[in-house]
């Protein structure tokens, strides 16, 4: 009986303990903006330094047309209110990296910021 007691409440912790799940909803559709090319070659850091918005408001990862020419690697703040959001160039191809400013994990987009990577092979 003892046992049984002691795997209910080590079941009903891990429940609470569990990561959760639950994820933003996709950002909406984005208000125009002009779309910014950035060119590198393959293994190389990219980063696009976004300002910081005003009360509640925060910029979002709303859309990689292909992850396998550039993901994500890294993400944080600096002083001065600027995001920074750092990519890897993977390989050669072209792909578009769009950012939506929310208010908190709402959908709608107040401002957008649209970028082209290029990369290019190493020489």
């Given at each position: 009986m003892k046992r049984i007691v002691v795997l209910m409440l080590l079941a009903g912790i891990a429940a609470f303990a569990a990561p959760s799940r639950a994820s933003a909803p996709p950002v909406g559709p984005l208000p125009k903006s002009p779309v910014t090319t950035i060119t590198t070659v393959?293994?190389?850091?990219?980063?696009?330094?976004?300002?910081?918005?005003?009360?509640?408001?925060?910029?979002?990862?709303a859309h990689v047309s292909n992850s396998t020419v550039a993901s994500e690697t890294a993400e944080g703040d600096?002083?001065?209110?600027?995001?920074?959001?750092?990519?890897?160039?993977?390989?050669?191809?072209?792909?578009?990296?769009?950012?939506?400013?929310?208010?908190?994990?709402h959908a709608k987009a107040y401002r957008a910021a649209r970028y082209k990577i290029v990369v290019k092979p190493r020489s």
């Open positions: 393959a293994q190389e850091l990219v980063s696009f330094a976004l300002p910081r918005g005003q009360s509640g408001l925060v910029w979002r990862l600096i002083p001065g209110d600027i995001t920074v959001v750092v990519f890897l160039a993977r390989k050669p191809g072209t792909t578009t990296v769009s950012f939506g400013l929310t208010n908190g994990e």
